[in-house]
C-alpha cells in the first residue's frame, strides 16, 4: 500500500490542485493525508474519499507535521509513502514507474525522480552532505565564481543528471520513502522546524545501510520558491536548522560525512 503526505501553510490553491490531481489521477496512492499549519482552514474544502485533512495551526514545523501523517499511514499498514511539496505536479506515469523500481530494489529506502522548474530546465536538488560553508558560508559568499565551482561538485552538477545514481542528500520536495526504512532509522527529526530535515532523514537512512537513488527517467515540475533567500526570518529558520544540524552531526570534523561523500564522488567517476 502507498500513502503519501502534503503539508500546506496558506498555499496557492492553484498549486494545491494541482498537486492533489497528480496524486490521485491514475496512481497507486490508497490514501492522501493533508496537513494544514495555515491559521485557518479554509482550505479544508479540500477533504474528499481519498483525502484525509487535519488542521494544525500551532504548526509544529514541516517534518513533525509529516510525522503526524506517517504515522497515520503506518496505522494503515501502508508500505511506502510519498511526502510532497505543494508546489509540484507530474504525470501520471510518475509514481508507477517508481513504485515499480522500489519494488525491485528492495535496498533502496528513499527515492526521488529528475525535478524540473515550470518551464522545463532542470533543478540542481542532487547533493553531497552539507559541510557548513555549504548551508551557511555559501549562502553569504559574495564571490559568484567561487560559488559556482562549489555548485559543480556539491550539487553534483558534474554528473549530468542522466543517469540513476545514489546520493546522500535528495531534496524534500518529493521523498518516496520504504516504510520498513522508517521503522528502522524513525521519522524526520522534529527539533528541525523547517530546512534540512530531509538531509538528516537521509543520512539516517545511509548509515543504516539504506540506498538514497535519484532516478532520471521520470521528471515532476516544482516551483521552487527558494524562501530562505527571499525573507530574512526564513533565512533565520534556515541558519537555526542549519546549527541544529551540526550541532548533531559534526561540523568541521565530520568523519562520516567525508567517507559518504568521497564514495558518492568515486561511484559518479569525479576523481577520473
Not at 46 to 62: K, L, M, R
Amino acid at each position: 500500500m502507498l500513502t503519501a503526505s502534503i503539508v500546506l501553510f496558506e498555499n496557492n490553491p492553484e498549486d494545491i490542485e494541482k498537486v492533489i490531481k497528480s496524486c490521485l489521477v491514475g496512481s497507486a496512492i490508497s490514501q492522501l493525508y493533508i496537513i494544514d499549519n495555515s491559521p485557518t482552514n479554509k482550505l479544508s474544502y479540500v477533504a474528499q474519499d481519498a483525502i484525509i485533512y487535519y488542521h494544525t495551526p500551532s504548526n509544529p514545523g514541516f517534518g513533525a507535521s509529516h510525522n503526524l501523517a506517517i504515522n497515520k499511514a503506518k496505522e494503515m499498514g501502508a508500505d511506502f509513502h510519498l511526502v510532497l511539496n505543494p508546489d509540484i505536479y507530474f504525470g501520471s506515469e510518475v509514481i508507477s514507474r517508481l513504485l515499480d523500481y522500489l519494488k525491485e530494489n528492495p535496498s533502496v529506502g528513499n527515492i526521488m525522480p529528475k525535478v524540473l522548474y515550470p518551464d522545463g530546465n532542470l533543478q540542481y536538488l542532487c547533493k553531497l552532505l552539507p559541510t557548513p560553508y555549504d548551508w551557511i558560508g555559501r549562502r553569504f559568499n559574495p564571490f559568484k565564481q567561487m560559488v559556482n565551482k562549489r555548485n559543480e561538485v556539491f550539487e553534483l552538477k558534474f554528473s549530468g543528471y542522466d543517469t540513476v545514481m545514489e546520493v546522500p542528500y535528495l531534496s524534500g520536495c518529493f521523498m518516496f520513502l520504504r516504510m520498513e526504512a522508517l521503522d528502522k532509522v524513525g521519522l524526520f527529526d522534529e527539533n528541525i522546524f523547517m530546512y534540512g530535515e530531509e538531509t538528516d532523514l537521509c543520512r539516517r537512512l545511509i548509515s543504516a545501510g539504506y540506498k538514497t537513488v535519484f532516478y532520471p527517467h521520470v521528471h515532476i515540475y516544482h516551483h521552487f520558491a527558494k524562501g530562505s533567500h527571499k525573507s530574512w526570518r526564513l533565512t533565520k529558520i534556515g541558519v537555526q536548522s542549519a546549527i541544529y544540524y551540526f550541532n548533531k552531526w559534526g561540523w568541521f570534523y565530520d568523519k562520516e560525512r567525508s567517507r559518504i561523500n568521497a564514495e558518492t564522488l568515486k561511484k559518479l567517476d569525479y576523481y577520473k
